[in-house]
């Protein structure tokens, strides 16, 4: 069965303390992983979407990584406004050609000034 | 830009009630899609649209019932709602081949069933 689950549940950090957020994934053949950040109440932002192994991507203090088995998350020098919910997602050549994302629990984010 | 609007932001019906939900895109995206999120959980898909065709229903309620009048339009209309169908309500968009594109979400519609 194909699964994605994501570490630590949540993660507490003094701002500019970098960390890294982990994706774990266990698939029927990676199409895509995506990571996506959300406020509460709101719709999850685009962050970076990653397709094979090796690959990176980088947006101000964030990056993104890509192996056969996870996917890492790592955050620079944080700031407050980094606070949110990281979903990182999957779409497996399981799925078809349905397009359906298989998403992880989300890791809650809080970063203290 | 990616940006996908949905309307209203917050609605409040009664189980008997008929309302729907709007959700609107203008970067020439050819699919579209549902999600229904409870709190602290992850989005679940509820439906695909492609090409202005319903491709994926999966195994939504009849109370809820969807539509695509147009490419850049997708509504959900809700009827005799259960208060477990409470929750925030995603639209989201994609180029339209589905398979591996970026999805890119709207900000919801947090809905409450009394």
């Not at chain 1, 999850?44 to 090796?54: D, K, V």
């Not at chain 1, 700031?79 to 779409?91: F, G, H, N, R, W």
């Amino acid at each position: 069965e194909d699964q994605v689950t994501q570490s630590p549940e949540a993660l507490r950090l003094q701002e500019g303390e970098s960390s890294s957020l982990n994706c774990s994934y266990t698939v029927s053949g990676l199409r895509g992983l995506f990571w996506y950040r959300q406020d509460p109440g709101k719709g999850p932002e685009f962050l970076f979407t990653l397709y094979s192994a090796g690959e990176e991507k980088e947006k101000e203090r964030l990056k993104a990584t890509l192996t056969k088995k996870e996917s890492f998350l790592h955050i620079t020098a944080p700031k407050p406004e980094d606070s949110a919910t990281y979903l990182c997602a999957v779409q497996a050549q399981g799925s078809g050609n349905t397009g359906k994302l298989i998403f992880g629990q989300g890791t809650t984010l809080q970063v203290k000034p | 830009d990616t940006e996908v609007t949905q309307t209203p932001k917050h609605l409040v019906m009664g189980m008997t009630n008929k309302k729907s939900l709007k959700c609107e895109q203008h970067m020439g995206h050819r699919a579209m899609y549902w999600y229904k999120q409870k709190a602290k959980k992850p989005p679940e898909l509820m439906f695909v649209y492609s090409y202005e065709k319903l491709s994926i229903n999966e195994s939504v309620p009849s109370r809820f019932s969807p539509e695509c009048p147009n490419s850049s339009l997708l509504n959900l209309h809700l009827h005799a709602l259960q208060p477990e169908d409470s929750a925030l309500y995603l639209c989201a968009s994609s180029q339209g081949t589905i398979a591996e594109e970026t999805q890119y979400f709207g900000p919801g519609t947090r809905l409450l069933v009394l």
